[in-house]
Every structure is written in C-alpha cells, then in structure tokens.
C-alpha cells in the first residue's frame, strides 16, 4: 500500500460475516475446552478409588458425565473425596459447555439461513462448511480484483505443449542440438536485455565440436 502498487481491499467486518467468525471463534474455544474436560475426567476416574471406578464403568460418555455430576460431593478430605468432588466439577463442567456449543451450533445455522440461504440447499455443506467459505470470502467478497495478465513469455510457455519424449532408442544429439526457445515479444519485461543463447551445431556430434570430449 506504501508504493501505490497494492490495489486489494481489506474484508469489512460489519456484517452477517463477521457475526459468524465471531460465534464460530466461541464454539472453537468451547469445544477446545469440552476436550480438555473430558480428557481430565478420565485421568481422574482411572486414578480414583477402586469401588467409585468399578461403579462407573462400562457406561458410555453421556451415560458417565451425567453419573458424575450427580455425585455427592462434600469439602474434600481425603484422596477418595478429593476425586469424586473433581469428578463431579468436570462432569457438570463437560454438561454446560455442551450445551454452550449446541446453541453456538444454532446461531451459526441462524445467520447463514437468513443471509445465505442457498449455501446451506449444497449437498454437503453444513454450518461449519458454510460458516468457513463465508469467512474466507468476507462480507465484501466483490474486493477481490481480477489477476493480472500473464507476461508474454509466460503466457506463450503456458499455452505451449510440452514435446513429445523421442523414442528410447533413438539418438540424444536431436534433443541436444535442438535451441532453446525464446520469447519474441520486445516489450516483455523479462526477456528484455538478456543475452541471446549462443549459435548451437547442428547436424554435428559433441566431439566434433571444438573442444568437444
């Protein structure tokens, strides 16, 4: 921008996109921290006292969050009390953040139905799929500029074929003799004021060339 060269816009951040990066930055952090919860849960169910981890176990996650979080719970005392008070802060913890993310969840669904409605009608894209495109374009996509034209040089080696590989048989002097192609366009900024290749031999072999090996 400093130059006067940079043409690009910044993303404007006043509209339903902004709104749902925002919504979409909670959910994140909360499902970071549901993980962290869960994790810490099983750390201390497996550390616990035997008779509290034997009732608890071979019960699903949901079945176990909600067992832990209607534990009795008084001032801890000991190891054993310590672990069914954490047991029951985690699971009441894991319970409120999952909540907290399914009404993310609805938010976000919200604001892409009412703004981009047609998004959503994709096979395959969900709330999160959406959620990111909209992101990614921002809420004046119409900023992105078009590219800017190839230069000569690069748009004639782009829309040129590559040769055809010669057969394995044949000799390597066609391939090495043949020049090197060059750009013909006298205003490509690349190409001007390099030195033209060297004149090659063709029709002579390597060692006939002067100082050829």
Known sequence: MLTGRATARAKDADGPVEMT??????KASSIKA??????QLKAVLVAADTELREALSGLSSTVLFRRCAELEAHTPHDVT????YTLR???????ELSTEIRDLERRITDVIA???????ERRGVG?????ALLITAGDNPDRCAARRPLPPCAASIQSTHPP??????ASTEVEIDRPTPRCTASSCPVCVGMPRPAPTWHGASRRARPGGR
């Open 89 to 95: 802060l985690l699971a009441r913890r894991i319970l």
């Open 164 to 169: 055809a590989r010669p057969h394995v048989a």
């Open 21 to 26: 990066r925002m919504l979409k930055l909670a």
């Open 81 to 84: 009390t310590a672990a069914t």
């Open 34 to 39: 549901r993980t962290q919860s869960i994790n």
């Open 127 to 131: 709330p999160d799929s959406a959620a």
């Open 114 to 120: 009412e703004h981009a409605p047609k998004l959503l």
